[in-house]
């Protein structure tokens, strides 16, 4: 009878320490006129996030860079992003964050830029979505 017991025990606590938040999305192109726009989402979990979506770029003689920072508070936790050549569309999927960091990363700042010869221009403003209780779709367009 109590090999039943533990099992119900155990079962517990672990239903319990489970956090979830709600997912956040954007959609979100480059400065000026659009030449390349990047949309998708993130599905926050405790200390990083995964994010799907894809960078387009319209076509032309330059591509498009979606940038993806993460931040905890001010302090910059991880980095990355993903760059679309003239006329394509890259999709992605991919986690960001540091799984050992405590508390993880409470900010995700997202900047869409055409990449020319000596590197970024024509960025988008950058938006940030948060790790917290609402969902959030950011859109920007010039």
Known sequence: MAAVAVPAVWAGPAGASTTAFPNDSWDISTDVSPLGLSSGGAVWSNRSA?????????????????????????????GDGRTAGPGETVPFKFSIGDPDRVGGFDRLSIQVCELGAGGPQLCSPGINLHRDDLGERRVWRP
């Open 50 to 78: 995964v994010l799907q979506g894809s960078v387009q770029d319209f076509g032309g003689d330059h591509s498009t860079r979606v940038y993806f920072t993460a931040y905890a508070g001010s302090t910059k936790v991880d």
